[in-house]
């Protein structure tokens, strides 16, 4: 089912701490993304990727970071500097930016 | 600043009756609108998408139009079925120097009612 894996599906943390989400997918895909969806807000774009050894910031990348060291692979980094972490996190790909994204089945951070 | 507005964000249907969600979106440059379904507790899917050479795509019960003019595009479900309750999200590419990127809108939920 889309080849795109995140990892793990819950995830609890301390507040002030750094915390990684995994995002791998096998689909020779150019491009990543990264979201965040909070109830009643939709899908908002944290990060994006067009090709490996590159990306950019999305709408509400505050408090985030990314790495694309790899073609497979594009993890989340939410540090401390994140207000509210607290959200359902969901990674994409596409061939390329701008087409068709398929979804990971997310990550469900929760900061306590 | 880039954004897709859509509307409504709640939709209850009587089954077999038809669903409407509207969507606009500010870049004229964007080429590329699709829409996603998603299921309680899953990830989004793609049901049908639509380019901008194309004001009309029809997939069975499923059909979209885009008016590239007025920059809006619509979802169209006809006589519409219980498994059709989910979130349904529209999003559309924004340029972004010589590539893009893909925002979403904030969402509809869809109640079908038996």
């Known amino acids: 089912d889309g080849g795109i894996t995140q990892s793990p599906k819950y995830l609890f943390r301390k507040e002030g701490q750094n915390v990684t989400l995994s995002c791998e997918q096998n689909l020779n895909h150019d491009a990543m993304y990264w979201y965040r969806q909070d109830p009643g807000q939709g899908l908002r774009l944290i990060y994006y990727s067009q090709i490996v050894n590159d990306f950019q910031k999305g709408d509400i990348a505050e408090g985030y970071s990314v790495s694309r060291e790899k073609k497979e692979s594009f993890p989340l980094t939410v540090t401390s500097a994140q207000k509210n972490p607290t959200a359902f996190y969901l990674c994409a790909s596409s061939i390329s930016s701008g087409a068709e994204a398929f979804f990971g089945q997310g990550t469900r951070l929760t900061v306590v | 600043g880039e954004n897709v507005e859509q509307h409504p964000s709640t939709l209850s249907v009587q089954e077999g009756d038809s669903a409407v969600i509207k969507c606009t979106y500010s870049?004229?440059?964007?080429?590329?609108f699709p829409w996603y379904k998603q299921e309680l507790g899953k990830r989004p899917q793609l049901i049908i998408d639509?380019?901008?050479?194309?004001g009309e795509k029809k997939d069975q019960r499923i059909a979209v139009t885009l008016n590239k003019t007025a920059k809006h595009f619509s979802l169209h479900i006809t006589e519409t079925q219980p498994e059709d309750s989910a979130v349904y999200f529209c999003a559309a590419s924004i340029s972004v120097d010589s590539s893009y990127k893909l925002i979403f809108g904030s969402g509809t939920r869809l109640l079908v009612r038996p």
């Open positions: 870049d004229s440059a964007s080429n590329y």
């Open positions: 639509i380019r901008s050479n194309v």
